[in-house]
């Protein structure tokens, strides 16, 4: 059975610092990646979804990638602002039938003070 | 907005009543989830419709009932609850051939308070 693990739990950093948010599955055979953002109470915002054939995905100060080698990926946010805190969830798609489902991760809570 | 819609946007119920849920898309999406999500839990798949036709039910209680009349709206009719059914309950779609390609769209959720 898949399971995801993300690292940290929780991040508390001040403004401007350059951050690294971390994503492990335990099966390595994982089609496709997304990356999203939740607001406390509210649903998920999608970030960046990385594609069964790409590796790697970058919008704004944002940038993912996916090592399926090892089942890992990473979130890179740079120079973190405030409006950065959320809850950051990633979650992995693991085959191409046409109703495929994600195995979310419980997600890195990220506070980013002024 | 996402272009998934759900209402209410909150919920309060009593163990007796029966209440629905509402999903709306308009994003030429043809399959449609719902997904449970409580404190310091991942979120679980509930229910997968594509094109109409439930194609998953993760093991989910029976007062808990899926209903998709179309492929733009999806329907959770719930009926005699438990407490801790009380949740965030978010709905997705996505392009049913190939969601690994083109992503999923979750709602802003409804969050249901069992009482």
């Known amino acids: 059975k898949q399971e995801v693990t993300q690292i940290p739990a929780a991040l508390s950093v001040p403004e401007g610092e350059n951050l690294v948010l971390n994503c492990s599955f335990t099966?390595?055979?994982?089609?496709?990646l997304q990356w999203f953002r939740q607001d406390p109470g509210k649903g998920l915002t999608s970030l960046l979804l990385i594609q069964s054939s790409q590796r790697e995905q970058t919008s704004g100060r944002l940038n993912a990638s996916l090592d399926k080698s090892s089942g890992r990926s990473t979130l890179y946010i740079a120079a973190s602002q405030p409006g950065d805190s959320a809850t950051y969830l990633c979650?992995?798609?693991?085959?191409?039938?046409?109703?495929?489902?994600?195995?979310f991760g419980t997600g890195t809570r990220l506070q980013v003070f002024p | 907005e996402t272009g998934v819609t759900q209402t209410p946007r909150h919920l309060v119920m009593g163990m007796t009543n029966k209440k629905s849920l509402k999903c709306e898309q308009h994003l030429g999406h043809n399959a449609m989830y719902w997904y449970k999500q409580s404190a310091k839990k991942p979120l679980e798949l509930m229910f997968v419709y594509s094109l109409e036709e439930r194609v998953e039910n993760n093991s989910v209680p029976s007062r808990f009932s899926p209903e998709c009349p179309n492929s733009s709206h999806l329907f959770l009719h719930l009926h005699t609850l438990q407490p801790e059914d009380s949740a965030l309950y978010l709905c997705?779609?996505?392009?049913?051939?190939?969601?690994?390609?083109?992503?999923?769209?979750f709602g802003s959720g409804t969050r249901l308070t069992v009482v």
């Open positions: 997705a779609s996505s392009h049913s051939r190939d969601p690994g390609w083109y992503g999923y769209t």
């Open positions: 099966d390595s055979a994982i089609y496709n």
């Open positions: 979650a992995g798609g693991g085959s191409a039938h046409n109703t495929d489902k994600l195995i």
